[in-house]
């Protein structure tokens, strides 16, 4: 059975970092393009950050430079490294596949505020 779980997230400051991780089972992520999402209320759900088989990452100009996508091949674990956090990061974020997407974990909610 194919499971994503997210966490990481919290209530920081602007200007503060958080690390999001994603524990995959059932699915192997250096086999698949993966990406984070984000959800932020009366949003839909966008793509944030994606990273191919080969490890070609990209970003949307709204995070590019200040969020970075990578895996632990080993661990199997997707990662999001956020710094200088802005109170529009706030969402609930997301792993899943960017081509067939998964069912959906719960996310992760990242609160940005001061």
């Known amino acids: 059975q194919v499971q994503l779980v997210e966490s990481g997230g919290g209530l920081v400051q602007p200007g503060e970092s958080l690390r999001l991780s994603c524990a995959a089972s059932?699915?192997?992520?250096?086999?698949?393009?993966m990406a984070w999402y984000r959800q932020a209320p009366g949003n839909q759900r966008e793509l944030i950050a994606s990273i191919t088989i080969g490890g070609t990452t990209n970003y949307v100009d709204a995070v590019k430079g200040r969020f970075t996508i990578s895996r632990d091949s080993v661990k199997n674990i997707l990662y999001l490294q956020m710094n200088n956090l802005k109170p529009e990061d706030t969402a609930v974020y997301y792993c899943?596949?960017?081509?067939?997407?998964?069912?959906w974990g719960q996310g992760t909610q990242v609160t940005v505020s001061s």
């Open positions: 059932g699915i192997i992520l250096l086999a698949n393009s």
């Open positions: 899943n596949r960017v081509l067939s997407p998964l069912s």
